[in-house]
C-alpha cells in the first residue's frame, strides 16, 4: 500500500530530532513466572553505569528467557519513552524508574512511538539502531506489574516503545545523544499506528 502524503510529511519532519538516553537497562535476575510457558522471566531489567556494548542480538549483559517470543536480530534492543513512563506514573499512582517495562534503554525528549519501521537512530558517537516494530505485550508484563487487564490497557495507550535492530554495533551509556539519522525509505504506519491496529490480535497470553 502506498504511504499517505501526511505520512510521508511526518516521517520526513523527523529527521534530525534529538533526545537522549536516560538509563541503560539489562536484566538484573530472572525471575519466577510459573504461569508462563518457560517458568521464568527476564523482564527484571535495571539501569547499570558506564558503556554497555551493544552487538547484532542485543546489550551485553541482558537476556530472553523465552527466546521463541522475545529477542532475535529483529527485537535486539527495547526503548521505551521518559514521557510514555511519566504518563503511566500519572495514570498508576506509582513510579515507573527506567527498566520497570522490560526496556533496554529510557529515552527523554523524543516520540519514540512516532518512529516508522526503518528511521535510523544514532546512539552516542557510534551505534545505528534502526526501527523495526512495537512492543505486543504478554501477560507476563501484566503479572510483573501486578495490574489485571494490563495488556489491553498498554495496547489502548498507544504508548509501546519501540523495538530496534542493530545496524552498527558499539557501546551505549546514560547521557549519549539520540539522534533521528534517517527516515525509513517507504514510510508506512508509524509504531504506534501499528500497535493500534495489530495489538489486540497478536497479544499473547503468555511469554
Known amino acids: 500500500m502506498e504511504a499517505s502524503p501526511t505520512c510521508l510529511a511526518g516521517a520526513a519532519d523527523r529527521l534530525g530530532l534529538t533526545g537522549s538516553v536516560d538509563a541503560v537497562c539489562v536484566v538484573h535476575q530472572l525471575v519466577p513466572d510459573e504461569v508462563g510457558q518457560v517458568g521464568v522471566s527476564g523482564i527484571d531489567k535495571r539501569p547499570v553505569q558506564g558503556p554497555v ?34 504518563w503511566w506514573s500519572q495514570e498508576l499512582g506509582r513510579e515507573i524508574p527506567a527498566g520497570s517495562f522490560g526496556e533496554n534503554l529510557r529515552i527523554s525528549g523524543i516520540d519514540l512511538d512516532g518512529a516508522h519501521p526503518g528511521e535510523r537512530w544514532q546512539i552516542g558517537d557510534r551505534v545505528v539502531l534502526e526501527a523495526t516494530v512495537p512492543r505486543i505485550p504478554c501477560a507476563t508484563f501484566g503479572r510483573w506489574l501486578d495490574q489485571p487487564g494490563w ?34 525509505e517507504a514510510p508506512g504506519a508509524t509504531i504506534r499506528e501499528t500497535a493500534l491496529r495489530r495489538g489486540p490480535a497478536q497479544a499473547r497470553p503468555d511469554d
Not at 489491553?152 to 498507544?158: E, P, T, Y
Not at 509501546?160 to 539519522?181: C, E, L, M, N, S
Open 151 to 184: 495488556v489491553k490497557r498498554f495496547i489502548a495507550a498507544g504508548r509501546p516503545g519501540t523495538y530496534f535492530k542493530v545496524i552498527t554495533p558499539g557501546t551505549v551509556q546514560a547521557g549519549d545523544r539520540a539522534a533521528v539519522i534517517a527516515v525509513a
Open 53 to 86: 556494548r551493544v552487538r547484532t542480538l542485543g546489550l551485553h549483559g541482558d537476556v530472553q528467557a523465552d527466546r521463541k517470543h522475545h529477542g532475535g536480530p529483529e527485537k535486539a534492543v527495547y526503548a521505551y519513552a521518559a514521557e510514555d513512563a511519566g
